[in-house]
């Protein structure tokens, strides 16, 4: 099912959100920018540079600054049916420079029961 994610009603791109896991209310997949992406990209690659891929080399001033600024976007997560999902926090691990263009997962903590009763059983409410 295709998810959308938006910044003030700006589309920034959408997952099918493919690996769920509905006892820990986390969500993750593949992430497909948008038009709209141009303008989050630098906070999320922010994150990349504070975490990157090899171990050890973590950076907690720049990981504190990525929490501040991706807190401040305040995006939106919306399903197929453009219904606006509740969440807890929003992630894209954008990797882009290091491992191409399919390099992007999204990773979303939902907090809504409904949502994941929908997603389980299938069924549209």
């Known amino acids: 099912m295709r998810h959308t994610l938006k910044l003030h009603g700006v589309t920034v791109g959408w997952s099918d959100l493919e690996d769920g896991e509905p ?30 891929r090899e171990e050890g080399a973590r950076d907690e001033e720049k990981l504190e600054r990525y929490y501040r600024a991706r807190d401040a976007l305040q995006l939106e997560l919306y399903d197929a049916e453009d219904r606006r999902v509740p969440t807890s ?22 907090t809504d029961e409904a949502y994941w009763r929908r997603r389980v059983n299938g069924v549209e409410q």
């Open 23 to 52: 006892d820990l209310g986390r969500a993750r997949g593949r992430f497909r920018p948008g038009l709209g992406y141009e303008l989050v990209q630098p906070v999320f690659r922010l994150f990349a540079e504070a975490m990157p």
């Open 89 to 110: 926090a929003i992630h894209i691990a954008d990797y882009t420079p290091d491992a191409g263009d399919g390099a992007c997962e999204l990773d979303v903590l939902i």
